[in-house]
């Protein structure tokens, strides 16, 4: 009888580009591309619209990082050179599985935290913002260098972006194609966190250990619920956040008794 989980085979499939390993309750996903800086081929996104689609079902946070030096360069602009074509529409076939690929990522089943080193550069940088914790190692650097390559944004950077930095911020950042470093990336909002250079991955597994103790529920809420009720009116937003609420709750009763006796058990006021 075959036992290998739906887990386990896609875990062991060797040609991957995005390599998936189990910790618990955490998944790691590594591209592993590092001759190519992990830049984005068609596989690669295909592979991540297969992981996200149907994450496994005991997974509970994400970490996602790259192989190398490099996080990731963007697009893999000598694919998009082999196999351009005139048609416009066809064209557009590219950045509808991004999209797909990215909106999976933003608004899926759980958290993912990504671990940013060296280039957070075009398609790098729009991948790091369709997650939702990001930490910079300080060799991390962010760029949108479309501009000098004569194209544009097309991976839902122009949607994802302006929220995190502001419209005219991404403007100048594509019109200059300034590099910020992890520090100014930390005060623009780009990365939550900075630290040392080898460190991150270890942060970042901390930090989805402790994200995976929330109750799944309000996690799906949060990153489900926020930026679509930022994005909304006033009282559109309050509907939303009512309904929101009322689907999370249901262990409450047991976290919050369990949170007031483990203050009484330090010695802490209730
Ligand atoms: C690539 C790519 C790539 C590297 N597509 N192959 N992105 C960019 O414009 C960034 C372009 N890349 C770079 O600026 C640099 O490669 C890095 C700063 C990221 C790294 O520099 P370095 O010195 O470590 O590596 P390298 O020698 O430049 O590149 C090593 C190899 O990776 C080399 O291949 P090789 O076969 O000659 O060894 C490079 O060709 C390859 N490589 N970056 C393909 N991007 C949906 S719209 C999104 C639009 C964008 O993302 S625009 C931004 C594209």
Redesign the pocket.
Known sequence: MDTETETEKRMSQSSSLLKIAQDGDLFVLTMDRP???N??NNQLIEEFIAFFERPPTEARAVVLHGRG??FC???????MLATRTNNTILEQR??KA?YRAFDLIQFGEIPVISVLQ??V????L?LASATHARVAERSAFFQ???G??G?????S?SVRIPRLIGAGRMVEMMLSARTYDADTGLQLGLAHYVVDNGTGLDFAMDLARKIATNAPTSNYAVINGIPRIADSGHAEGLFAETMVASMTGADAAQRITSFFEGRKAKGQPA
Request: net charge negative; aromatic share 6%; hydrophobic share 35%.
């Open positions: 001759d190519k800086r830049s984005l030096d490099h360069a963007g697009l893999d602009l000598m694919e590219r950045s991004w060296g280039a550069v075009g398609g790098g729009e949108l260098p479309e000098q390559r194209i544009f944004v097309g991976g950077g």
